[in-house]
């Protein structure tokens, strides 16, 4: 018998996935706060690239960190 519930059955597609999904959004998140913070006194591009660069050391762990978490509980 079946349980009932809303419980997803992750696979290692949809671990890449939410990887990929979570790396792009810490790039574009790094890059539009980097563009609030540093845009007047760096300029738009290298506060851009400096936000994209420096916003997934934060991001990606936490992804990762995630991901691994709703492997193990699922």
Partial sequence: ???EGTAVDTTLGMA???????VASSVAGGAVGGL????EALG???AAMM???????????G???GVVLVMLLS
């Fill in 36 to 39: 609030l913070t540093g845009a």
């Fill in 1 to 3: 018998m079946e349980e």
């Fill in 16 to 22: 890449v996935l939410a990887l990929v999904v979570g």
């Fill in 51 to 61: 936000g994209a660069f420096y916003g997934p050391l934060a991001g990606i762990p």
């Fill in 63 to 65: 992804v990762v960190l």
């Fill in 44 to 46: 738009k591009e290298l």
